[in-house]
Every structure is written in C-alpha cells, then in structure tokens.
T-cell receptor
Framework: ETGVTQSPTHLIKTRGQQVTLRCSSQ?????VSWYQQALGQGPQFIFQ???????GRGNFPPRFSGLQFPNYSSELNVNALELDDSALYLC??????????????FGEGSRLTVL | AQSVAQPEDQVNVAEGNPLTVKCTYS??????LFWYVQYPNRGLQFLLK??????LVKGSYGFEAEFNKSQTSFHLKKPSALVSDSALYFC??????????????FGGGTRVLVKP
C-alpha cells in the first residue's frame, strides 16, 4: 500500500477525444509526477509538479497537461487523443523533505485505451 | 543523457534457486539507482535503492542489489526465489539535475518467472 490512489482504473476513449486522469497522494507528498507505460515497455516520465507548478517535462507534447492542487491531488489531461496514447498512466509522489534520494511512491495506474 | 539497460527480457528460475536480474546504467557522475517490481495490472512497488556507501544494498522481500561502479552495473539478487516473486522488474536511475528529483529513467523491464 503506497498511499497513492488513481482513478479511473480503466477507461476507453476514441481518437480525438480528451481525457482527465486523477491522482491522490499521501499527505505531505507535495511533489507529484506522471509516467506513461506503454505495453511491454518501462515507464516514461511525462512531467512533474511541485507547489502546484510544473517544473519539469519529459519528451511529451503540450497536449499532455496537468494540475496539482493544495490537497495533494493532481490531474493529468490529454487532449486530441491518438491511438499511441493507449497506455497505463502512473502517478508517483514523494515527500519533498526526503530529498533527491527519496524513493517515489506509485499508484496502481489508469489504463487508457484509445480506439 | 542517462540510460538504463536490462539485457534480459525474461529470466526463468526454479523455486529455491538464486535469482539474478541484470541492470547496467550510463550516467554522468555518481548515480542514484532504484529497483521496482510490478505485479500484473498493478503499479510499481519500491524494492531498494543505492545512493552512496556500501555497494551491497538490502531491500524488501529478501532482495538485495550489488552496485559495481567499474562495470556500471546494479544487479538485483535474491538467494532463494519464491513462486510469488514472479513479476516484472524495473531498474531505474534518477536524474540528479532535476531539483524536485522525480524524473526516473527506467529500463525496459525483465519478466521473472519462478517455477515450482
């Protein structure tokens, strides 16, 4: 049990639609990041948020966006869905006081299928 | 740019035998290395990490990993595998240039199958 919960667990969308995925982190975990895990691959970093601002992004286009809220929850939004967006989306959080050596705590993910 | 390689897609081992999952890395400077495990349809669970100090790191569920700087490796080991260890294992390195420290670069994963 990592204390990181994600919703929904599964969802199906069609190409061109928009999706919002949600994450609730542990109290005190004030930095959150999102990863995309395509089938058969390792997770890839999308972006991270600290104090409700994006402060780092991986190699993902602007149609991937996010929000972080003061209550340790966050959202990942994906616009104009493409077939290749089908993946497991993982939220991960960390207590900022743990420093750069602290491990990430992952949720169980939201599996998105784009048809 | 940093990278992680897991050269084996799958490792098969009999229950009770030693288990090794290989990982090599490429980073500038000293690495921060992690192992995570993923069970079917689940998220990632933290196993252990190497930050500094002793090259042999002990983690959860009886796993340990050996850091070898000269070989740029961080292999995961378990002396006696259990059927319940069957899962997908990921090695990862943290980008120290990121102030908030949440960017991990993962290997492609190694599927471990422990047979009774």
């Amino acid at each position: 049990e990592t204390g990181v919960t994600q919703s929904p667990t599964h969802l199906i969308k069609t190409r061109g639609q928009q999706v919002t995925l949600r994450c609730s982190s542990q109290s005190g975990h004030n930095t959150v990041s999102w990863y995309q895990q395509a089938l058969g691959q390792g997770p890839q970093f999308i972006f991270q948020y600290y104090r409700e601002e994006e402060n780092g992004r991986g190699n993902f286009p602007p149609r991937f966006s996010g929000l972080q809220f003061p209550n340790y929850s966050s959202e990942l939004n994906v616009n104009a869905l493409e077939l290749d967006d089908s993946a497991l989306y993982l939220c991960a959080s960390r207590e900022i006081g743990s420093g750069i050596t602290g491990e990430l705590f992952f949720g169980e993910g939201s599996r998105l299928t784009v048809l | 740019a940093q990278s992680v390689a897991q050269p084996e897609d799958q490792v098969n081992v009999a229950e009770g035998n030693p288990l090794t999952v290989k990982c090599t890395y490429s980073v500038s400077g000293n690495p921060y290395l992690f192992w995570y495990v993923q069970y079917p349809n689940r998220g990632l669970q933290f196993l252990l990490k190497y930050i500094t100090g002793d090259n042999l790191v002990k983690g959860s569920y009886g796993f340990e990993a050996e850091f070898n700087k000269s070989q740029t490796s961080f292999h995961l080991k378990k002396p006696s595998a259990l059927v319940s260890d069957s899962a997908l294992y990921f090695c990862a390195v943290r980008d120290k240039a990121w102030a908030a420290g949440n960017k991990l670069t993962f290997g492609g994963g190694t599927r471990v199958l422990v047979k009774p």
